[in-house]
């Protein structure tokens, strides 16, 4: 079955960087687009960023010019690159294959990134 596996988040200071890491398994990974998810407490999910096939990117203007998202066919492996982290970008965050509803697989248990001083 279709597994994602999201590593690397923890505790950092507001300015900090945190790179996330994210695992998928029973897909044939080069042949989707991945996106990277959070969800704050008490928030509905969002999607921050997200790779194409051709390693075209696209960002959330909330992190625009802070994350940067990538991706290494040969580990089926997407990342996310943070910098400049803020107190909002505390959230649980996942990766997922995103659709116009949201995301077409079940949902890996996340990693949490909590961002304070």
């Known amino acids: 079955q279709v597994q994602f596996v999201e590593s690397g988040g923890g505790l950092v200071q507001p300015g900090g960087s945190l790179r996330l890491s994210c695992a998928a398994s029973?897909?044939?990974?080069?042949?989707?687009?991945m996106g990277w998810y959070r969800q704050a407490s008490g928030k509905q999910r969002e999607l921050v960023a997200q790779?194409?096939?051709?390693?075209?990117?696209k960002y959330a203007d909330s992190v625009k010019g802070r994350f940067t998202i990538s991706r290494d066919n040969s580990k089926n492996t997407v990342y996310l690159q943070m910098n400049s982290l803020k107190p909002e970008d505390t959230a649980v965050y996942y990766c997922?294959?995103?659709?116009?509803?949201?995301?077409?697989?079940?949902w890996g248990q996340g990693t949490q990134v909590t961002v304070s001083s």
């Open positions: 029973g897909i044939r990974f080069s042949y989707y687009a």
């Open positions: 997922n294959v995103p659709s116009a509803t949201g995301a077409i697989w079940d």
């Open positions: 790779i194409t096939i051709g390693s075209t990117t």
